[in-house]
């Protein structure tokens, strides 16, 4: 009797509960982020973890996609409200028709982080080939024309004075089969992320000559949006921001650190790496290493967005008409550095 | 004695009668359509870039004379695949088809190495045959190779026992059998797989195109696709499908001219 009585009341309780949290998750309002699981869009898998979209009201879907291209096809196409990635010729092409904004940073090469490395083959190293101003006329493998790499060699030629033209790049569509022309020595250089770099160097296949970050840093990837968005739901656009900014916040926090170009484990270091393991579904080891900057409160570093849109019309991959000024939406985030005048 | 009665004729249901202009009228009409649909917005060219726009894309390749480098760059590569894959497959295929002991062997290593996807090899391929012409014929070639293996030696098993028999007891001897008997009746299903194969060249060349081609049909799709320039795209797939009616096209005359003693 006591018994039932208990089962009874137990019941009532859970079912108060029930309608309770049926009442919150009425309020909360459904977003969908595209991303690539890259520790370069760990403010976004920080920020879910501790909840802040969730205070803002948001219930945030993350879908993770394989390849970069994907993302901005997926918000265009309205399978994604927000995208996180990289910045390649091919986002360009989408955002200049008109369907998507930046308005905010991801990761950026930055000056003592070692995200990707310049390498040569032990081959090419072997014919004098170890300075940086040595690529003109030489063999680089890449994964596709468009890409990040393909803009990292821009940048570097435009650096060091060598015409990009005059390097033949190799455009191997994946980062497998980069690693394999690289390992046969099929091409003279490479430029790869820090993990397949470092494997590759152990593996004897060649070395590491130097890391994009300190040569010339850059705004790797951006969060973006689409304009219909922006007109229709700004409140919901900015209530994201927000929360991707203080997910920023921690990630900066625990990660940006450096003393003398060495990595300082930050405070929330260990709760963040874990949260991050969590996402990218890789052990805290691997997570370790490669750790991007991220700017800790998502701004931009406009002015590369602009010469990246300059670069990919000089080589004719992006289209004459697409114009850097209005694919930007600089209004959700404070303090945007390195304006054009 | 009674009237005869006229009797019309019953018998021509599915009788199949060539329709000329019928084909051609659906296709305009299909592309008319999509026209439209892109002219008035109903389909953001964001998502399908309108005829036009691919025909002015195609137009400026043929104008500025990359369109003809990339056709003969994958015809070669094609033809060279292809023509490799097909002399291996045949070969292994009469085997197959003939002797019991190159069927007790050759038979489970087709099934086990038929199903493994070319794109998943294309590392090895790349460590073994570099990343020059080799390794692109060899991925067309092994695509085209199992299709032709087990296309031929299904047609050897197809030919009609009885036949084979009678030519023994005249006691024909075994070339002649095979030359004369076993080859001809295995031919249709030969040349059908001809037909197949050739497609799967044409699949395979974007696979083959993945491995550092500047130049191709692949290679060209490739980078449209990782641009997202979706006419230029649709122009690169426009030429595959020309590419594979015009292939479609010699086959039918070859078929018709092997085949004539049926």
Redesign the interface.
Known sequence: MILSRFAGLAALVALLALDASGAHAQQMQKVTVGLLKLSSSGAVMIAREKGYFREQGLDADLKFFTAA?QV??AV??GDADFGVTGL????Y??AG?G?LKIIGAQSREEKGYQLNAYMVTNKAAEGGFANLKDFAGKRL?IT????TFHYSIGILAAKYGFDVKSVTL?????L??M???F??A??DATIAPVTVARQLEAEGAGKIIGWVGDETPWQLGALFTSPKLITEKRATVEKFVRAYAKGARDYHLAFNARDKGQEVRGPGYDEAIALLAKSLEQPVERVRVGLPYVDPEARLNVGDVYNQVAFWQSVA??DRTVDAKAILDLSFVKGHFNLPK | MSEARPVTFRGGGFVVVPKKGAALVAFVGLIALWEVSVRFGWIS???LPSPTSVVEAFWELAVSGTLWLHIGQSLKRLLGGWTLGTVGGLALGFAIGVWSLSRAVGLPLVSALFPIPKIAL???L??WL???ETSKVATIALGVFFPTVIATFSAIDGVPRNLIRMGQSFNLPAADVLRKIVLPGALPGILAGFRITASIGLILLVSAE???AEHGIG?FI??A?????TDQLLAGVVMLSVLGLLIGTGLNRLERRLLRWR
């Open positions: 291209q901005p096809v265009t196409s390649t010729a091919g986002f092409n989408l028709r369907a493998a596709t024309t468009g890409s190799v455009p191997l569509q994946s497998p089969n690693a394999a022309a390992k046969g099929q091409v991959l992006v | 060219p964001i998502f294309l590392p090895l790349i460590l570099g990343i020059g993945m491995i550092g290679a490739l980078q696709g990782n641009l997202m320039q």
